[in-house]
Nanobody, 126 residues
Framework: QVQLVESGGGLVQAGGSLRLSCAAS????????MGWFRQAPGKEREFVAA????????YYLDSVKGRFTISRDNAKNTVYLQMNSLKPEDTAVYYC???????????????????WGQGTQVTVSS
């Protein structure tokens, strides 16, 4: 069992930065691939970024490449999402998730993640 708690969301102007954190409970955190997803009002949940269990490989939504960076610290049971050059279209509730994706394509699928946090609101004003 893994429990996830996100933090770091808030209101920021376009062009600004935020750093989201996701703290995990449980001793098996390092065994899981971790992902960040987001959901805007009236839209489906969308993949944003993911990282393998050892941090060796990362995956990104095309529209956030070069602006967002996912990282993890297994000693602290925490995964991060550094978000720079934020745009109004990045406004959403951001969720972290833990799972056991196998193939590269699996990391982008919400169905491959077993545990989810409660979400943190990110609002980018123009």
């Amino acid at each position: 069992q893994v429990q996830l708690v996100e933090s770091g969301g808030g209101l920021v102007q376009a062009g600004g930065s935020l750093r989201l954190s996701c703290a995990a409970s449980g001793r098996t955190f390092s065994a899981y691939g971790m992902g960040w997803f987001r959901q805007a009002p009236g839209k489906e949940r969308e993949f944003v970024a993911a990282i393998t269990w050892n941090g060796s490989t990362t995956y990104y939504l095309d529209s956030v490449k070069g602006r967002f960076t996912i990282s993890r610290d297994n000693a602290k049971n925490t995964v991060y999402l550094q978000m720079n050059s934020l745009k109004p279209e990045d406004t959403a509730v951001y969720y972290c998730a833990a799972g056991l994706p196998y193939r590269s394509s699996d990391y982008q699928s919400p169905a491959m993640y077993h545990y989810w946090g409660q979400g943190t609101q990110v609002t980018v004003s123009s």
